[in-house]
């Protein structure tokens, strides 16, 4: 019954989307504000339809309804609650039913929103972002639908992979999905923006928050599967440079880049064409990486043409989405007035030459990523493209933009002064070449690129606060003017110097990993292993049994330079339902660093393999992300995005904003 | 992550992701064990989806490996081991790309565009810096004054 009720309600939101796509554009075409005003109705009711789909969806998950085909492939009677219900987006169809369900709750957050905004550029945008649900709705309900019947149904489902029954499953597709699916919001403001002819600061001021709202939660998703990937496959690496990664960092890069060209425009109306080119790539890289995830295309050529019907499909979306809104960009843009001049030393520059890098950086993974693809199918030749080559190219692209980071964060508007900016970053880069020599001193032997990372990680913290402590500190004498002065800076200063001094963070988390040292043994109990400042002593190998699976749990005594730490545990499982095994590693926090414990096989004489890394200031890579996130929080807080922009009134809140 | 992806589109079966390297592959010698783990890092597990011989735990990719140390105890410098490889499975087995005809495109790229975009934000430096001027026009020097004088009042 609820399955029937929810591929209904699926049905209907694909006939509601097209309403929203045509009926709003008509009515602005023929002044009729009656019809105009469909969108937001419209929008609502879709995501209501969706919800209900989905609801219905999780409701067959957690009564194991072995009819539907989707709940006996992903899911188990015995398996643990929380994962029948995870599972419901552990499999391409439902995490494609995620993807709309995030994507109309967009639409319908916009048609809530209490910002006014023209009428004429919400009625576009949400017809924009309607036609992006048509197109994915339709993908659902003709070449994934999660509600198929299974006839007969079969007593016992088959289990969700194993790997994917953990809670870092449960939270990161969801954040991931609200990052790459949010940036469809700012892609049809711009494609609104276009249709429409103008685009201004009132735009901009619109389009900031919901740039940043994905930007935020495509930082959290990116983050938390590292950190998943480092925990959960064993063997502690934590960025791989594999395509289906590269495919969210793109939009990643291209979103950071757009959060600081709105900032430009929206401040000195300047750089539009650039600002509405980015919206789209953003969002178009969103759709790329959603296409090389659900086609395979990237795994094997072989495999996409396999089954190239969903291929075939996407790559439809992909085509008609990135080229009809590039051929309406071609059309439009030169319509579009530009705003403000500024000095080639100027706030503005510097932002400029910060969308060069991220742009380029964005290009190069794009690249790195397709070249194979591309060079199979034009000579046939078959060559890898792995983390080496991203290490040669991305790194030294993106060291110069860090550098310049603390500098230009201090430039003024307009017209800057270079050298006063270099002056103000001194202090911060003296601190950061003194944090470095001091490690070269005290530590011997390590690698020497790490010293220089954690110098221009420390460069970057103190940079990133220079600027508020100057605007809190400059001007103010005694703790309490300092203090109300702290209050009174806009929440998007503090936001951005929290997001930049994130950077620094996780730049000194990845310098320090060069420090890390790993041990292999075959250890009976009793046996010790030691790694850097850890050793490892096992003391019992203990048989266990779980709820859907079977475990060999290892207990290790461990010391960190001799002195005790709690024990740990690290497993290898084996889940029944599949007969397939996987390893949970051991692992230990001490301050920022980890030590890492993971098992392989035994041997005949009883005794078990297991690695052991020394890990010192991990957790700073995954912090630094956080740090970054709460900074884009911070930000979408500001009280200048909860105004109306169109209609603002005199008062505390229309004084000029100070820059941030 | 990647193999949240890849799982959840049934890409991958991953066999027990655990420790790749065991511990009796490891050579006596740390100096040429530490040889060895470089090599393998940057040799792909052919059967697997960009994995390097030594994160994978697939059987070929142990085979690579042993084969590996084996090349170097035998004497053979790194070079030699990489081209013996190569010799047998081609320039697929490279996780970074060697420099030819075929690569020099996706070498080049990232500097050219970066190249490139600096001259094109270059060239409209020149064609748009005149007007910006720090210096008040004289209409705004008389509205400054105005107003200065209002505020004396």
Request: proline content about 6%; hydrophobic content about 50%.
């Amino acid at each position: 019954m609820f399955v029937e009720i929810g591929h209904f309600a699926l049905a209907l939101a694909l006939g509601v989307a097209v309403v929203q796509t045509i009926v709003p554009l008509w009515g602005v075409a023929r002044n009729d504000p009656a019809l105009a005003s469909v969108g937001p109705a419209a929008a609502i009711a879709c995501f209501l339809l969706v919800a209900l789909s989905f609801g219905c969806l999780m409701m067959s998950y957690a009564t194991s309804d072995f009819s539907v085909e989707n709940v006996v492939a992903n899911s188990h009677s015995t398996q643990p609650l929380i994962y029948k219900l995870t599972a419901v987006w552990g499999n391409h169809e439902g995490s494609m039913l995620l993807w709309v369900l995030i994507l109309v709750l967009f639409g319908a957050l916009v048609a809530l929103s209490r910002r006014s905004l023209p009428a004429k550029l919400r009625a576009g945008t949400l017809a924009a972002q309607g036609s992006v649900s048509v197109a994915f709705l339709a993908f659902t309900l003709l070449t994934s639908n999660p509600f198929r019947r299974l006839i007969p149904a079969p007593g016992e489902g088959q289990d969700l992979n194993p790997i994917l029954q953990d809670l870092g499953l449960a939270i990161h597709p969801p954040l991931l999905y609200v990052g790459y699916v949010g940036f469809s919001i700012t892609y049809a403001f711009a494609v609104a923006a276009l249709i429409e002819g103008k685009i201004d600061a009132v735009w901009a001021r619109a389009v900031r928050p919901w740039t940043l709202l994905a930007w935020t939660f495509l930082t959290l998703g990116i983050a938390m599967g590292s950190y998943w990937a480092y925990y959960e496959l064993g063997w502690g690496g934590w960025w791989f440079w594999d395509p289906v990664e590269n495919a969210s960092l793109m939009p990643w890069l291209a979103g950071t880049a757009l959060i600081h060209s709105t900032v430009v425009m929206e401040k000195r109306d300047a750089l539009k064409v650039w600002t509405i080119l980015l919206a789209i790539l953003t969002f178009s890289l969103s759709l790329l990486g959603t296409f090389i995830v659900r086609s395979g295309v990237l795994t094997s050529v072989h495999s996409f043409a396999s089954d190239p019907q969903r291929g075939l499909f996407i790559l439809g979306i992909l085509i008609a989405f990135i080229g009809g809104s590039l051929a309406l960009f071609a059309w439009r843009a030169p319509l579009l007035k530009q705003g403000g001049l500024f000095a080639p030393v100027s706030r503005e520059s510097a932002l400029v030459i910060n969308n060069l890098f991220l742009a380029t950086a964005c290009a190069t993974v794009f690249i790195g990523t397709l070249y194979p693809l591309v060079l199979e199918m034009v000579t046939g030749d078959k060559i890898s493209v792995g983390p080496p080559f991203f290490n040669a190219t991305f790194v030294p692209l993106l060291v110069p933009l860090l550098l310049l980071l603390p500098i230009g964060q201090t430039l003024a508007w307009k017209r800057g002064d270079l050298l006063g900016a270099a002056q103000r970053a001194q202090i911060a880069f003296g601190v950061g070449v003194i944090t470095t020599l001091a490690i070269f001193a005290f530590v011997r032997g390590g690698p020497v690129l790490a010293p220089l990372g954690i110098g221009l990680g420390v460069f970057l913290v103190i940079g990133s606060f220079w600027e508020v402590g100057e605007r809190i500190v400059g001007r103010a004498s005694g703790a309490s003017a300092i203090l109300s002065r702290a209050k009174g800076l806009p929440r998007s200063a503090w936001g951005s110097a929290l997001g930049h001094a994130g950077v620094g963070i996780s730049v000194i988390g990845i310098a320090a990993t060069a420090w890390g040292t790993e041990a292999i043994g075959m250890l009976k109990v009793g046996e010790s292993l030691t790694s850097g400042r850890y050793t490892v002593t096992l003391e019992a190998v203990t048989p266990r049994t779980g709820p859907n699976y079977r475990e060999d749990a290892a207990r290790f005594r461990i010391t960190a330079n001799g002195r005790e730490l709690e024990p740990v545990e690290a497993m290898k499982r084996i889940y029944t339902a599949r007969a397939m095994p996987t390893t949970e590693a051991g692992i230990r926090t001490v301050g920022l660093g980890q030590a890492y414990i993971s098992l392989g096989e035994p041997d005949a004489s009883g005794a078990i393999a297991v690695k052991l890394h020394d890990k010192p200031l991990i957790l700073l890579i995954w912090t630094g992300a956080l740090v970054m996130a709460a900074g884009g929080g911070l930000s979408i807080t500001d009280r200048r995005f909860r105004l109306a922009a169109p209609r603002r009134v005199p008062g505390p809140a229309a004084l000029p904003q100070p820059a941030e | 992550m990647r193999a949240v992806l890849h799982l959840l589109v049934g890409l991958l079966a991953f066999s027990a992701p655990a420790a790749a390297v065991q511990p009796d592959e490891v050579l006596k010698n740390p100096a040429l064990e530490q040889r060895a783990r470089g090599i393998s890092s940057g040799l792909r597990c052919l059967v697997c989806q960009n994995q390097s011989i030594d994160d994978s735990d697939a059987p070929l990719a142990k085979d690579l490996r042993i084969l590996v140390r084996e090349r170097l105890t035998a004497g053979d410098s790194d070079g030699a081991v990489i081209d013996f490889v190569v010799a047998r499975y081609g320039d697929f087995v490279l996780l970074r790309p060697p420099m030819n005809v075929r690569t020099i495109a996706l070498w080049a790229a990232p500097f050219l565009i970066v190249l490139s975009g600096a001259v094109f934000l270059w060239r409209r430096r020149n064609r748009s810096a005149a007007p910006v001027s720090a210096a008040l026009t004289a209409e705004e020097q008389v509205r400054l004054d105005e107003l200065m004088k209002r505020g004396d009042g």
